[in-house]
């Protein structure tokens, strides 16, 4: 999904900055547009800005310049209880002392509700989440995932057009994360609903989002569909950052016809995609992900750069092999190859020539 046009904007950060000092900048000249309908996520690193990015949003912290405006209505001044946005957090911030139906009523009965009207939303939000058995329980008679489903049932049960979810499935164990971010995305999906999901987790943002907005120091490196900004990071952070990223040092030697020749710490030279390197003599890092990288020489893709590379250590995953070689005087160099029938396993101290597509090697920034 493309960045909104702007009559097309439902949420709008607009030149937003935050500082709880007076003197540093923890969210910088932020300029962000969010569809009506999409599933956006802010995805950094602890202290990158996202969470407080957020917590605007909602109104729990307060814009020092700037201006946020959901659907085209200025909101800097609006109280949280009257923005009209559901919030589902970590902690899941459910009343230990209420049951679940009563949890679900009360942000219905702040909205002076009747009571008929709160009992049938209370119903279609449980069913939603598949929880309507459990109404007259309490928080604490619940698993971690069963209230993770009610805090969501409670942020959905008003009906809000605008949810907003920090790390909501933080807490939960591998399995069940999982379950649930597939859980979430289907109710996204049928209800239409907007989403604005914060997360440090990759894998999350990538499995979940329309689009990603990669948040660090504060600002947006990258803003771009999950398969874009995996494929075609455009600095060093994000292709670090998302996913596993091999990285070799070089100098720029020439560019022409939209391919960079690198030359390499150890002397070798490789052909790279130029990003955000433009000229001869600049240093850079070359990108290449694990799982593009081939050594059996029949799996080849045409115009395959080889090199020769050392097996450092070989790690069996089950659906994968990762093996870890040392290439061209970095001993961090991984491949990823598929468990499937036939596949050899490469034995620590062998010697191997290894290749990749010219295009899938980018020369990037040197961070």
Request: proline content about 6%; charged content about 25%; overall charge neutral.
């Amino acid at each position: 999904m493309a960045q909104p046009a702007k009559g097309d904007a439902f949420v709008e950060f607009d030149r937003v900055q935050k500082s709880y000092d007076g003197e540093t900048l923890v969210v910088k000249e932020l300029n962000l547009t969010i569809a009506k309908g999409e599933f956006l996520t802010m995805l950094g690193p602890s202290g990158s800005g996202k969470t407080t990015c957020l917590m605007m949003l909602a109104g729990f912290e307060t814009a020092t310049h700037g201006e946020i405006r959901l659907d085209g209505r200025p909101i800097n001044m609006v109280p949280p209880h009257k923005r009209g946005i559901g919030m589902v957090f970590q902690n899941y911030a459910l009343f230990p002392h209420m049951t679940v139906n009563e949890n679900l009523a009360f942000p219905l009965e702040v909205r002076g509700m009747g009571k008929a009207e709160r009992e049938a939303k209370i119903r279609r939000a449980l069913d939603m989440v598949q929880m309507g058995a459990f109404g007259n329980r309490r928080p604490a008679q619940l698993s971690g995932g069963q209230q993770q489903r009610i805090a969501l049932a409670r942020a959905l049960v008003f009906e809000p057009q605008l949810v907003l979810m920090d790390e909501p499935l933080g807490a939960l164990d591998k399995q069940l994360r999982e379950h649930m971010q597939f859980e979430i995305k289907h109710l996204h999906e049928s209800l239409g609903i907007t989403v604005v999901y914060v997360t440090h987790d990759q894998s999350e943002a990538l499995t979940m989002s329309d689009r990603i907005a990669v948040f660090n120091d504060g600002r947006i490196q990258q803003l771009a569909a999950p398969a874009e900004l995996y494929e075609q990071p455009q600095n060093s952070f994000v292709a670090q950052f998302i996913g596993e990223n091999n990285k070799l040092p070089g100098t720029v030697e020439g560019i022409e016809g939209g391919r960079a020749t690198v030359r390499l710490a150890t002397g070798e030279l490789i052909d790279a995609t130029p990003v955000n390197v433009t000229k001869q003599g600049q240093k850079t890092l070359v990108s290449i992900r694990p799982e593009r990288i081939e050594f059996r020489p029949d799996l080849l893709p045409p115009g395959a750069h080889t090199i020769e590379a050392e097996v450092l250590e070989f790690i069996y995953m089950g659906d994968l092999f990762r093996t870890r070689l040392r290439v061209a005087g970095s001993d961090d160099f991984v491949i990823k190859n598929r468990n499937t029938t036939g596949q050899r396993r490469l034995m620590p101290g062998e010697k191997i020539s290894i290749g990749w597509a010219p295009q899938d090697a980018r020369a990037l920034d040197p961070m």
